[in-house]
């Protein structure tokens, strides 16, 4: 198990970052013919080889494949096989923020904000209750003014679930956060925030908006091909981001991906 000692003000901070695990409510479902079980299985083993000690982990999102009440302790169970580090945790679409709420577990991670030494990292609710699109309810926007407003020098990351900038393929941008004008007009008030990062795109991206680094992860599961206008499979495989947060408010990232794997996925499917 990866341990970590607690991050202070003076030093570079490692978060890591996974997303999309969609798992089913039995550990042999699967999705497009992958046992996502099993992929997030390889991608924890990943993260375990490659990073022998990080600070804290953060799942943005698409826990679960329907909302399956099964699925959020198994996958706490499944993360906390392998690491022991501070977590944090959000709904995606496919996700039931209340049942996530009123998970009893003893493993429950943060849902709200994460000390990260000289950084903090705001954990925001996207999901909109029986829709696949985004939007960041008034109360989000509220707490994350609040929060902004009460550590005005302390570089911050924002997580969420959905894309609040299209990543260039049309059939996943038509389901983007709905508000994102509001969302970015508020950041901008605060020029502390210095990264948004989300899931729900199921592929990596990078970009920039007035300083402000934007990223997208890859899934845990089945990825998503990158500028297609209709639905696609990718043939990359799953991953995970990690950041490192610099006491300056500098940050650099990085993705990796499993290797010497196959997965027996339906790359014809036109939809999931």
Known sequence: MNLSQPPTNERTVRLIQITD???????????????????????LQLIADEQ?????LVCTGDIASDSHAACYGRFLDCVRSFFAAPMGWLPGNHDSAELMARLEHKYL??????NLGAWQ??????????????????AELTFLENTL??????????????QPIAVGSEWIDQYILR???????????????????????HQ????????VQLYATPAT???FKPNSDSFAVDFTMPGYRWFDLHPDGTLESGISRVTGKTYDIDFQSAGY
């Not at 990292?121 to 008034?138: N, Q």
């Not at 508000?179 to 795109?201: M, S």
């Open 179 to 201: 508000n994102a004008d509001a969302f970015f007009a508020l950041i901008e008030r605060h020029p502390q925030v210095k990264a948004v990062t989300w899931g729900h795109v």
């Open 109 to 114: 991670p943060e849902s709200r904000l994460m």
């Open 21 to 43: 695990s969609h798992l089913g409510p039995d550990s042999n479902d699967m999705l497009l013919g992958l046992n996502t079980d099993q992929s997030l299985i390889d991608v």
């Open 149 to 162: 407003k009460a550590h005005p020098d302390q570089p911050t990351m924002i997580a969420l679930h959905h």
């Open 52 to 56: 022998p000690a990080f600070d804290a």
């Open 221 to 223: 599961s089945v990825q």
């Open 204 to 211: 990596a991206f990078h970009s920039e908006r007035n300083g």
């Open 121 to 138: 990292l705001v954990l925001l609710d996207s999901s909109v209750p029986g829709e696949t699109y985004g939007d960041l309810a008034e």
